[in-house]
């Protein structure tokens, strides 16, 4: 992780159709680091993703991105340098392989040994000629991961990157999260239910409650000393840790 910010959010609301549905008075995520999002259903976690991937301006509130102000529509170079990985993920029609080359096909890019490489990293070689819409949520989830890495993004949002899936599967992904974290220096935003995943995981951490960001701290220092009431009573209630004794 460095000192400067990969994204700067300031004064971000955002609404759709009417309706309220974010507020980040602000925000940094700074280069290198993985941020996890945490808080309850509802809470604005996958709408924030969203609003990190391009995929629909702030309402009002400005956003930079490696110093760079948006605005919409991003360019298309800005927007390949951010790689997305959904809860449910999508598998195209054709082989595992097919659907992790699918990217660098799209760009005209040469696959250059890349896809055999990830194929073997994520432990998808005996898959690689399998359908990959006929494999299981856990095994997709790992196509997903190698689908987005492949191009090589500077940032990875994940949206629940291991939810409903068993505990091996769940391991598995936490450890591609961590290696494609050490090996390529990426950036990530992780946004996950599961507190001790959030705590496994990230450097620091981003509480969410209906639709407002209320703090984001060293991960350890959020779970330890909690700044917000509302944050103290989440992690509390989740985790069911001890609340410290009141001074």
Excluded at 3 to 19: F, K, P, T, V
Excluded at 34 to 42: E, K
Excluded at 119 to 131: G, P
Excluded at 185 to 207: C, E, K
């Amino acid at each position: 992780m460095t000192d400067s910010a990969c994204y700067r959010l300031e004064g971000i609301e955002y609404s759709y159709g009417g309706r309220w549905r974010l507020e980040i008075p602000l925000l940094e995520v700074m280069a290198g680091e993985i941020l996890a999002l945490i808080g309850p259903t509802g809470a604005g976690k996958s709408t924030l993703l969203r609003l990190l991937h391009f995929l629909e301006p702030p309402s009002t509130g400005r956003m930079a991105f490696e110093g760079r102000e948006i605005g919409y529509p991003p360019p298309l170079e800005l927007r390949r340098r951010v790689g997305m990985i959904f809860q449910r993920p999508l598998m195209l029609a054709g082989t595992v392989r097919h659907n992790i080359a699918i990217g660098l096909r799209f760009r005209g890019e040469s696959e250059g040994g890349r896809v055999e490489e990830l194929l073997r990293r994520f432990d998808l070689e005996a898959l690689a000629d399998r359908e990959a819409r006929l494999i299981s949520g856990g095994e997709m989830q790992r196509v997903a991961l190698a689908r987005a890495l492949a191009y090589e993004p500077a940032v990875l949002l994940l949206d629940e990157p291991a939810a409903n899936l068993d505990p091996g599967h769940v391991r598995a992904i936490e450890r591609i999260i961590r290696e494609a974290h050490e090996l390529a220096g990426l950036t990530m935003v992780v946004a996950t239910h599961n507190l001790a995943q959030a705590r496994r995981l990230s450097q620091r951490t981003a509480m969410l409650s209906a639709g407002r960001l209320i703090e984001a701290q060293p991960t350890e220092r959020l779970f330890a000393n909690p700044m917000s009431q509302v944050t103290a009573d989440y992690v509390y209630e989740e985790t069911l840790l001890e609340r410290p004794e009141s001074p």
